[in-house]
């Protein structure tokens, strides 16, 4: 039993699960929301069809169908598409400007979905078009054309009033409808106007002219009334006036005597005020002298103390200064001494300084000065002794070398010697030479460079060429005679 109970509780649990999950996912599959322009029409399950409009519902998957039915205004232009004849016989074209649209109310909304379910908006304003037109034509063979232009409103309440039952068995409400235009093609609208026209400028004439005369006959009367007030004014004025001059002369009487008076007691006033006046001046005048002196006398007397303050001040200032003078003068002079001292003693250490810097420097330069003739002497005698070690040396060169081996020396050098004394001749390009024997002079200077250099020789040696060569050549000469005897 627990085993079954166990089952049939999983079994319950997994069919609780399904079905909430097939609810979760109807609802999720079938949620539908309508704006509040269309009508969101719901069928399948139900007898009556479930509209939404501005709201949300469910919608079974599979098992209901969800149609749409657009409520949004649908303007319409309605025309008759022929001349129509009027209940007086005048035909005319009529042009309306009407908006429809799908009514909400719910008997009529079932209409409309029977009728425009999915249906697009043109096909909605074509159906409802060719309703309005034949409304339309039925009233404008019901009225007259002076009636209807005349009366637009009434037309256009008269084809609504006509067009709505056929209208509402669609499931459409007329919004509004307005007649833009009555044409007809033989100008009676027009015709109608220009009667019209002329009754309004006849009648405006009439009441022009009954207006003018009114005016005119007004403005006579308005004339003759303001002249009568005119002369009735102008009668009062002069009356006015004349009272007026007499009121003045009386007036003017009063004031000339009003004024002598015045003037004579003006001028009693002012004698009694000059005379006030004069001694009221004479008064001020003396006490004005009497306090001139007074302060005269009290100037004096500050004159004197000023003079008195000022003299002593100034006698005390004078010894005052006089003694800053004589102090000033004093610490000067003590002052100027003791530079004087202090330059003094400056001076002998300074040239105390100097003498002893001069005495260091005559030591030194006599230190140099001795130091130089001695490095003078050494040098003198190291090159004495070098000239007389190289003189020695030269001299026992020569006696192992022997005659031959100087004169050997002597011939070897000679070319070097003669090449030398030519050598700056290399660099001449060409030698012009004028007159005669100066070729010779050439050769001959050459010749005596060479002769320069056994000289030197001589001179520098102590070897005589010439000796050596007379004795070489004689000695070979003796030797040929040995040989050959």
Wanted: zero cysteines; charged letters at 30%.
């Amino acid at each position: 039993m627990d085993l079954l109970d166990m089952i049939f509780g999983n079994i319950a649990v997994v069919i609780g699960v399904i079905v909430a999950v097939l609810v979760l996912v109807i609802v999720v599959t079938g949620y539908v929301k309508a704006s509040p322009d269309t009508a969101y029409i719901i069928s399948g399950l139900r007898k009556e069809p479930k509209v939404l409009i501005g709201k949300a519902g469910i919608k079974i998957p599979f098992l209901e169908k969800k149609d749409e039915l657009n409520l949004q205004l649908i303007p319409i232009d309605v025309k008759t598409s022929n001349a129509v004849p009027t209940a007086d016989y005048i035909n005319i074209n009529v042009d309306a400007a009407v908006n429809i649209k799908i009514s909400d109310e719910p008997s009529r909304l079932n209409l409309a979905a029977q009728n425009f379910l999915n249906k697009p908006v043109e096909y909605i304003a074509n159906v409802a078009r060719e309703v309005l037109e034949g409304n339309m034509r039925e009233i404008v063979g019901r009225m007259n054309l002076e009636e209807m232009v005349s009366d637009r409103q009434k037309f256009a309440e008269l084809v609504k009033e006509n067009a709505e039952p056929d209208l509402a068995k669609m499931g459409l409400d007329i919004v509004s409808f307005n007649v833009q235009n009555f044409v007809d093609g033989n100008g009676v609208i027009e015709n109608l106007g220009v009667d019209n026209i002329v009754k309004i400028q006849k009648n405006a004439a009439i009441s022009r002219a009954v207006s003018e005369r009114d005016i005119a006959q007004a403005q006579a009367k308005a004339s003759q009334e303001a002249n009568d007030a005119k002369i009735a004014a102008e009668t009062i004025i002069a009356e006015k006036n004349n009272e007026l001059a007499i009121k003045k002369a009386e007036l003017k009487k009063v004031a000339d005597a009003k004024q002598a008076e015045a003037d004579a007691a003006y001028k009693i006033q002012e004698e009694q005020s000059r005379k006030s006046i004069e001694i009221a001046t004479a008064d001020a005048n003396i006490m004005k002298q009497e306090k001139e002196i007074e302060l005269r006398r009290k100037d004096v007397e500050v004159t004197e103390q000023e003079l008195d303050a000022k003299i002593k001040k100034q006698a005390e200032a004078e010894r005052f200064a006089a003694q800053q003078r004589a102090d000033a003068e004093l610490y000067k002079r003590q002052k100027d001494a003791e530079a004087q001292l202090f330059e003094k003693q400056r001076e002998a250490e300074a040239k105390k300084a100097e003498a002893e810097a001069v005495k260091y420097q005559m030591e030194q330069e006599a230190a140099g000065i001795q130091a130089k003739g001695e490095a003078e002497a050494k040098a003198i005698e190291a090159k004495g002794m070098a000239e007389a070690e190289a003189l020695n040396k030269k001299a026992e060169a020569m006696k192992k070398y022997g005659e031959a081996a100087v004169m050997e020396m002597y011939f070897n050098m000679l070319p070097k010697a003669v090449e030398a004394a030519a050598k700056p001749l290399e660099k001449v390009d060409k030698i012009t030479m004028y007159g005669d024997g100066n070729s010779a002079k050439l050769v001959s200077d050459i010749v005596t460079t060479a002769t320069q250099v056994s000289e030197g020789m001589n001179e520098s040696m102590g070897i005589d060429l010439k000796s050596l060569l007379a004795g070489f050549i004689g000695g070979k000469i003796a030797t040929n005679d040995d040989d050959q005897k």
